[in-house]
């Protein structure tokens, strides 16, 4: 009983709490319910305050990035300003330069003629006006014809007092009571008379404002520069510019000259009876040998020496005559080749020797060169006459050698033919009328 009694009271107890605790929840429930509504709407009021912050936002960066691109383009502008005027800068420095260059020609050129002008680099249009307008009335001055006193040399080295006739600063004439012709510079600002033309009729009529009727006249570069006299030079002169190669080359054209002229001598004491008719000496054969040799004996020459060597032999068999003839023929020929070796070996060596002073000529040129440089042509012709001469000279001797050595050669030729064919044809006679 006690049992049922404890279960009744648990029972009761049960239900009694469980309404406590659904009227608990219920209100847990309904609070929690507020605070989802409560909740939910700062939710969306927090939504739409984002939404406006974050489209304010975009505005604002929008707002931004134009300011930055017209920065940009800004900085653009800029930067294409600057570059174009650092190129100003450099094309006025250039300018500049150039304008300071021309100024110090300018006034360098004009001191020549005693003018002075001042460079003022704070006003370059007013300095280069100057120049040019003092340059200009230079031009005027020097291109002008003038006569004023002066002195000048003569051709005999004297002094002598005249007028002195200036075309500008290029050309010169003098005219005194002793002299008168072109002047050309004698160096030290001296003028002196131009012996290779004086041209002194051109003189007078420009001293007396007439115009000539040709005008002859010397145009020189510097009137400080003096201009050397024309020198006629002689053959020695000449050679004497060649150096010892060129003295070697004339001893050997004398050489080759003599032995020429010798063995023209030779050749021509060996055509003594090259002409001797052959039917001459066949009716001679008619009359016996020994009338052949008595009308051979006075004659000269290599011809007439074979001639009698073959006539003395024709009673010998022929071979036997033959060799005679042809050893007569062998012996004459030493004679008549006599110094055509020599002359020919002249005639070759001789532009060798010119080549040779070619190159000495060239090297010398270059050691002049090197040591003085190429400012002044008349240290560099001791070695261009060298080079040129020694050639000249070697060509003058080889040709006339060459030429006559072949020319003489052929006429030696011909007499030996000659020679041959007499002696062949005497022996051929005499066989025939054996």
Known sequence: MKKIFLAL???ATTMFASTELEEAYAKEFAFLKAQKEMLKARADELKSSNAQKLQSAKNEIEKLQQQVLAKETKSQNLSDALFQAQQNLETMSDDTSLIEAVISQGT???KEYGIELPLNKDDYPATLKALFEKSLALRDDLSSLKVEEGSFYLQDGSLAQGKIVKVGNVAAYGVSDKASGI???AGDHKMKIFTAQPAEDVANALVNEQTPENL?????????KEISDTEEKSTLDVINSAGIIGWVIVALGLVGILFLVLRVF?????TGAKTLPTDTLSSLLGSGVNSTLEFLKPKKGATARVLKATVRNLDRDREHVEDIISEAIIHESSRLDKLSSTILVIAAVAPLL???????GMIATFDIITEFGTGDPKLLSGGISIALVTTELGLIVAIPLLLGGNLLNSWAES?????????L?????????K
Not at 266 to 270: E, G, I, K
Not at 415 to 423: L, V
């Open 9 to 11: 009271l648990v029972l």
């Open 108 to 110: 360098s050129s004009l």
């Open 183 to 185: 002047l050309v510079p």
């Open 216 to 224: 002859k006249i010397f145009i020189y570069e510097n009137v400080n």
């Open 266 to 270: 030779y050749l021509q004491s060996s």
């Open 354 to 360: 010119g080549l040779l002073g070619t190159v000495t």
């Open 415 to 423: 007499i030996k033919d000659s020679m041959e064919h007499s002696a």
């Open 425 to 433: 044809h005497i022996v051929n006679e005499y066989n025939k009328q």
